[in-house]
């Protein structure tokens, strides 16, 4: 992952915990304490989050053509070819 990759992911982040804060400030009582409190709680609980879905469905890649391999597989189902355990 590249530095604008994170930038855009980091930008991305902020934008959903202002949308969430706005979100709970209009639906409260419409305070600047709602919009803080959403605000910082979707900040600590999204990435959260983006890590178990990372743990939960992310796998390793293929060397030679990028595409998803799971768990222990010998040959990569993109291209064919073989995987040793090094490159997994």
Same mark, same amino acid.
């Given at each position: 992952?590249d530095?604008?990759?994170?930038i855009? $992911?980091?930008?991305? &982040?902020l934008?959903?915990? &202002?949308?969430i ?16 409190v959403?605000?910082l ?7 959260? $989050? ?12 293929c ?13 990569c189902?993109?291209?064919?070819r ?7």
């Amino acid at each position: 992952m590249d530095n604008s990759q994170i930038i855009l $992911i980091g930008v991305l &982040l902020l934008f959903l915990a &202002l949308l969430i804060g706005y979100y709970s400030y209009s639906k409260g009582k419409g305070t600047v304490v709602d919009f803080l409190v959403g605000f910082l709680l979707s900040l600590l609980v999204s990435p959260l $989050i983006a890590f178990l879905v990372v743990l939960i469905f992310g796998g390793t890649k293929c060397p030679h053509c990028r595409s998803r391999v799971e768990g222990k597989a010998v040959v990569c189902p993109g291209c064919q070819r073989e995987l040793s355990p090094k490159t997994v």
